[in-house]
């Protein structure tokens, strides 16, 4: 008997322990802390060409490497025409310290919250390089329309092929936006059989000369291959209705770029477009200031570094050619005049230059 209840305390005391730690809270486990960032520098891209993006952002981060060893430089990869909205979310989750975006109307919009963003992201500007862009909106002449208004009364089931419809792109929320502010909801526009067809960067135009589409919405109006394209297939340019386009500016920071009459070939009349040009630089609000203004000297001293465009004017060597248009001469005092306030240490650069008012203080 006594082996017995040897044997039975044997076993209970265990069972009891196991129930007693059991019934104890459990302890509570730490989440998992944010990976440090404090020792490195990234710079990504909103909507521009790589080879654009890669240019700039090699020379940014070069020099920034000279003035902070101690920090590893980062360049984000994202192909070209993507990264709209993304890249410009980036500066607000940490994840990206500068964005090169294409355009500062983007930057713009992300500041202010509205369009393609669900909320306000918290950066501030550097500088833009400028160039001259627009976005084309052209239709097959054979339909016989030459405005929206044509668009509506005719109810034509119009394929426009532009940007991927991915939430990142801009271009199918600005063709849409158009087509609302114009009278022409997005379900009169379907019922006429109509389609907007996200094709993405380089298919867009493609889709137009196969058949695929009879209409384009996109950006790249300076290319002088719409000239080639026009010839393979005509292209009636839709203009804005210059309401709208104010429409466009006030709510989303979204400027237009009158287009001068034959531009194009058999483009008799001037049109208003939406603006594509001048491609800017951000960086996140909280950052560093020495850091920004590192970056304000580069924007504006690494300008020679630039390689102008082939054929440029004599005389116009200090362009900033390849940026995503027509070259614009860089003119500091103008290109630090962004549509969202400028970072604290880049406003301390360019007051030590004159760009700037001194302080009243």
């Keep these: 008997m006594n082996i017995r209840r040897a044997l039975t305390a044997l076993f209970c005391v265990p069972a009891l322990l196991v129930l007693v730690q059991c019934s104890q809270p459990a302890p509570e486990v730490a989440a998992p802390a944010a990976p440090a960032r404090g020792n490195e520098i990234r710079l990504t891209g909103a909507g521009n060409s790589y080879a654009g993006f890669s240019k700039v952002g090699t020379m940014v981060l070069r020099h920034l490497k ?5 920090r590893d430089m980062w360049m984000d990869y994202h192909e070209a025409g993507t990264r709209f909205r993304d890249g410009m979310i980036a500066l607000g989750n940490g994840k990206a310290d500068v964005v090169f975006a294409n355009t500062p109307h983007l930057v713009d919009m992300a500041y202010r919250g509205v369009g393609i963003f669900d909320a306000p992201v918290p950066l501030r500007g550097i500088g833009g390089y400028p160039s001259d862009d627009w976005i ?17 009364a005719k109810q034509v089931g119009l394929k426009i092929s532009t940007g991927k419809l991915d939430g990142d792109n801009v271009h199918p929320f600005l063709i849409m936006e158009l087509l609302k502010r114009h009278g022409i909801t997005l379900e009169e526009f379907k019922s006429w059989g109509g389609e907007i067809l996200g094709v993405g960067i380089g298919g867009a135009r493609n889709a137009y000369l196969s058949g695929e589409s009879n209409a384009v919405f996109y950006e790249s109006g300076y290319d002088a291959r719409w000239d080639e394209q026009i010839k393979k297939r005509p292209m009636q340019f839709i203009s804005i209705d210059p309401a709208v386009a104010k429409q466009m500016e006030a709510e989303y920071g979204w400027p237009s770029n009158e287009v001068r009459a034959n531009y194009y070939p058999g483009q008799p009349d001037a049109f208003l477009a939406l603006d594509f ?21 580069i924007f504006i001293e690494g ?4 390689l102008p465009p082939p054929g440029v004017k004599p005389g116009m060597e200090k362009v900033s050619g390849g940026f995503g248009g027509l070259a614009v001469e860089f003119v500091p005092s103008e290109m630090i005049k962004l549509p969202v306030p400028l970072h604290p ?17």
Excluded: H
């Design 66 to 70: 000279r003035e902070f060893p101690e």
């Design 136 to 152: 084309n909106f052209v239709v097959d002449p054979a339909l016989g329309v030459k405005s929206f208004a044509d668009i509506k």
């Design 303 to 306: 300008l020679d570094q630039q």
């Design 277 to 297: 040009g001048t491609w800017a630089i951000a960086v996140r609000e909280d950052l560093d200031d020495e850091v920004a203004y590192q970056i304000a000297r």
């Design 345 to 361: 240490g880049a406003i301390r650069y360019y007051r030590e230059k004159g760009l700037l008012p001194a302080t009243t203080e």
